[in-house]
């Protein structure tokens, strides 16, 4: 098991700042997630990770020795690409030991380790098979098991559940969770989608253009988003613009949609009056049916819903803010058109600057 640590990453191609000084820790044996939309520089910091590009500055560290100008042969990683990238004309056996043979293992031994791992990712039946007459979950785990089978020090998944259906995909991200839990390795995974993200993670990172947006466990980012962009990108949230009136424990929001009274996203961070800021509620936290007296109550009118059949989510009009709102379904069943009165607990409200 090996800790992982980026030191100012940064990673230029001709005038595009890909990677911007990116500083990072991964420990031993943890999943650790670098989500952020396309384009934002997760494979390249995943490249740089495993030697195919060398930063124009900064550090990387396995276990605290330096890597950065290692090649990728000499680093001990594992990578699975997006495309699985499998030799099509290679039996699913041969695909799998081909690292090892580079390796000049012998025979012997090739053939205990590729049937040790093709039954850890449940293949030890398809072994004489060739790519193509196997689905994408299978070729997912045949990538999985090569990069698996040299015993890396750290495993690098680049997207690797991109090519499959819903089902197949939490399927998936299940077995690699466990296979990863199992056999206790560094992992670092790449996604955009941040449900997987959230499901998979012991910790992740949100980027956006190169810089590191924040990092932190799951609930972590999913509770206390530290600003605009990671509220907005993870899950789904209401991000209503207003002016701070005042500020005592709670801080108070003037908005075109009425007072909002909601909580500081962190400690360090200072408000004053006048200030532009936003409060940010996920839908989950509206109450469609309080009798509070308190501020935070904001009239709407329903436009439309959609049926998630856990929830309604109803989306609503207020003052001309779109807004969403998840109900309990069958509390909601003809509620369109209707208007409505919505109100949220300051404590689950943040209050995030503009910047
Ligand atoms: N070889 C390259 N030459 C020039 N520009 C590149 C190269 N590779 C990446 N880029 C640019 O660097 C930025 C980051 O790309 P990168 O592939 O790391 O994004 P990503 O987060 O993996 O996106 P996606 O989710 O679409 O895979 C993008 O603007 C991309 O166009
Ligand atoms: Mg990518």
Not at 211 to 239: K, M, R, W
Request: aromatic share 8%; with cysteine.
């Amino acid at each position: 098991m090996v800790t992982v640590n980026l030191e100012g990453i940064v990673k230029r191609f001709k005038d595009v700042v890909a990677v911007n000084d990116v500083t990072l820790t991964i420990e031993d044996g943890e999943l650790f997630t670098l989500l952020g939309p396309s384009g934002c520089g997760k494979t390249t910091i995943l490249r740089c990770i495993a030697g195919f590009y060398i930063p124009e500055k900064g550090k990387i560290l396995f276990d605290g020795l330096d890597v950065t100008n290692v090649p990728p042969n000499l680093r001990e990683t594992g990578m699975v690409f997006q495309n699985y990238a499998l030799w099509p004309h290679m039996s699913i056996f041969d695909n799998v030991a081909y690292g090892l043979k580079i390796r000049k293992m012998e025979k012997e031994k090739i053939t205990e380790k590729v049937n040790e791992i093709l039954d850890l990712v449940k293949l030890e039946k398809l072994a004489e098979r060739f790519p193509y007459q196997l689905s994408g979950g299978q070729q997912q785990r045949v990538a999985l098991a090569r990069a698996l089978v040299i015993e890396p020090k750290v495993l690098l998944l680049d997207e690797p559940l991109s090519n499959l259906d819903a089902k197949l995909r939490i399927e998936m991200r299940n077995e690699i969770s466990r296979i990863q839990k199992r056999l206790d390795i560094t992992t670092i995974y790449v996604t955009h989608d941040q449900e997987e993200a959230l499901a998979i993670s012991d910790r992740l990172t949100v980027i956006d253009k190169g810089i590191i947006q924040q990092v932190g466990a799951p609930v972590d980012i999913y509770s206390y988003p530290t600003n605009y962009f990671v509220a907005d990108f993870i899950g789904e949230c209401n991000l209503i613009p207003g002016t701070v009136s005042s500020i005592d424990g709670y801080i108070t929001l003037e908005t075109d949609i009425g007072v909002i009274r909601g909580v500081a996203d962190s400690k360090e961070k200072k408000f004053k009056v006048g200030d532009g800021a936003y409060a940010a509620i996920r839908p989950e936290n509206f109450d469609l049916h309080s009798t509070s007296k308190e501020a935070n109550h904001i009239k709407g009118k329903v436009k439309y819903t959609q049926y998630f059949g856990k929830i309604n989510r109803l989306f609503i009009d207020s003052n001309g803010n779109r807004l969403m709102a998840d109900a309990d379904p069958m509390k909601t069943i003809n509620v369109k058109k209707k208007e409505i009165d919505l109100y949220a607990e300051p404590d689950s409200i943040l209050i995030l600057s503009e910047g």
